[in-house]
Nanobody
Framework: QVQLVESGGGLVQPGGSLRLSCKASTSSFSIIVMGWYRQALGKQRELVATITPSGDLNYRDFVKGRFTISRDDAKNTVYLQMGSLKPEDTAVYYC????????????WGQGTQVTVSS
């Protein structure tokens, strides 16, 4: 079982920056692939970025060069540094965790709202 708690969302102007954090309650963080997804109003949830325990990164094209995912295994925490934010980045952002091997269960946080507006 993995519990995830996100923080860091809020209202930001276009072009601004925001950092999201997600802390995982688990003793197995070092073997967990962490990711960020988002869901805009009326749309399906979509992948934003993932990071493996070995540090391999994956970004969707629409955030490449603007967002950076990172993890701190000592703190059981994954981050999403978001820059050059656009109104279309407005969504609820969800933290995701899945084990690198073994269980195929996806764990989700409660979500944090990011609103990009002037």
């Amino acid at each position: 079982q993995v519990q995830l708690v996100e923080s860091g969302g809020g209202l930001v102007q276009p072009g601004g920056s925001l950092r999201l954090s997600c802390k995982a309650s688990t003793s197995s963080f070092s073997i967990i692939v962490m990711g960020w997804y988002r869901q805009a109003l009326g749309k399906q949830r979509e992948l934003v970025a993932t990071i493996t325990p070995s540090g391999d990164l994956n970004y969707r094209d629409f955030v490449k060069g603007r967002f950076t995912i990172s993890r701190d295994d000592a703190k059981n925490t994954v981050y999403l540094q978001m820059g050059s934010l656009k109104p279309e980045d407005t969504a609820v952002y969800y933290c995701n965790a899945r084990f690198l091997f073994g269980s195929s269960t996806n764990y989700w946080g409660q979500g944090t709202q990011v609103t990009v507006s002037s």
